[in-house]
T-cell receptor, first 115, second 123 residues
Framework: KNQVEQSPQSLIILEGKNCTLQ??????????LRWYKQDTGRGPVSLTI?????NTKSNGRYTATLDADTKQSSLHITASQLSDSASYIC??????????????FGRGTSLIVHP | EAGVAQSPRYKIIEKRQSVAFWCNPI?????LYWYQQILGQGPKLLIQ????????DSQLPKDRFSAERLKGVDSTLKIQPAKLEDSAVYLC?????????????????????FGAGSRLTVL
C-alpha cells in the first residue's frame, strides 16, 4: 500500500531558529514529491516540487531534499518567522494511465513558531 | 489566474440532513480532486476526476457521498444523509495533465491548486 509518513507530528520552535521536517514514503512508481504549506483555515499551497533526478531545491528560506534510494525527503526552514506557523504536508505522486497524477498525502507536521 | 472557487465556506446541519458543496476549478485544468480533511489530519482523497471521468473513488463512502463533474468543469459533492463523523473541511483541488518529455514525466504540471475549503459541522 502506498504510504507517506511524516515526522514529527508537531513541533514548537522559537522565532529565528532553524528546523527540519521529515517525510518517508513507500509510494511507487514515484513521479514527484511536493511539500505544501497549509495555514489555518486555508487550503494547502505548494512550496516546492522534487522529481526523481533532483536532490535539493530551495525556495527562499525553505530547502527541500530528496533521497530517492532511501525514499526520504526533508524540508528545512531557516531563520523561522512567526508566519511559518502552519501545517506542512508532504505529497508523493504517481502518474496514472491517461496522464493524471494520483497524489498520496502525509498527515502533516504542525509547526508553531513562538516569539 | 483565478484560483479554485468553492462554496459555501461554512455549513452547519443536523445529522441525517443533506448538504452539497460546489467547486469551480482553474480554467483548463483537466484533473479535479475532492478531499476530506478532519481537524489535525492531512487531506484524504474522496474522488478524483480526469475531465468528466472518475479516476479514483475508492475511498468515497458511496452509500452517502456522491460527486459529479458534468461537462468536465464544475463539480459538486453531496452528502446524504450526513453523520456526525462527516464534520470536516472539504477541499477541492485541480491540476493540469502530466507533461511527458522524452524519457521522463515532467513533474511541473502536478501542482495541485486548492480552494479555501468548505467547513462542514454536523450537529
Amino acid at each position: 500500500k502506498n504510504q507517506v509518513e511524516q515526522s514529527p507530528q508537531s513541533l514548537i520552535i522559537l522565532e529565528g531558529k532553524n528546523c527540519t521536517l521529515q517525510c518517508n514514503y513507500t509510494v511507487s512508481p514515484f513521479s514527484n514529491l511536493r511539500w505544501y504549506k497549509q495555514d489555518t483555515g486555508r487550503g494547502p499551497v505548494s512550496l516546492t516540487i522534487m522529481t526523481f533526478s533532483e536532490n535539493t531545491k530551495s525556495n527562499g528560506r525553505y530547502t527541500a531534499t530528496l533521497d530517492a534510494d532511501t525514499k526520504q525527503s526533508s524540508l528545512h526552514i531557516t531563520a523561522s518567522q512567526l508566519s511559518d506557523s502552519a501545517s506542512y504536508i508532504c505529497v508523493v505522486s504517481v502518474v496514472a494511465s491517461g496522464g493524471s497524477y494520483i497524489p498520496t498525502f502525509g498527515r502533516g507536521t504542525s509547526l508553531i513558531v513562538h516569539p | 489566474e483565478a484560483g479554485v472557487a468553492q462554496s459555501p465556506r461554512y455549513k452547519i446541519i443536523e445529522k441525517r440532513q443533506s448538504v452539497a458543496f460546489w467547486c469551480n476549478p482553474i480554467s483548463g485544468h483537466a484533473t479535479l480532486y475532492w478531499y476530506q480533511q478532519i481537524l489535525g489530519q492531512g487531506p484524504k482523497l474522496l474522488i478524483q476526476f480526469q475531465n468528466n471521468g472518475v479516476v479514483d473513488d475508492s475511498q468515497l463512502p458511496k452509500d452517502r457521498f456522491s460527486a459529479e463533474r458534468l461537462k468536465g468543469v464544475d463539480s459538486t459533492l453531496k452528502i446524504q444523509p450526513a453523520k456526525l463523523e462527516d464534520s470536516a473541511v472539504y477541499l477541492c483541488a485541480s491540476s493540469s495533465r502530466a507533461r511527458y518529455e522524452v524519457g521522463r514525466v515532467s513533474g511541473g504540471a502536478n501542482v495541485l491548486t486548492f480552494g479555501a475549503g468548505s467547513r462542514l459541522t454536523v450537529l
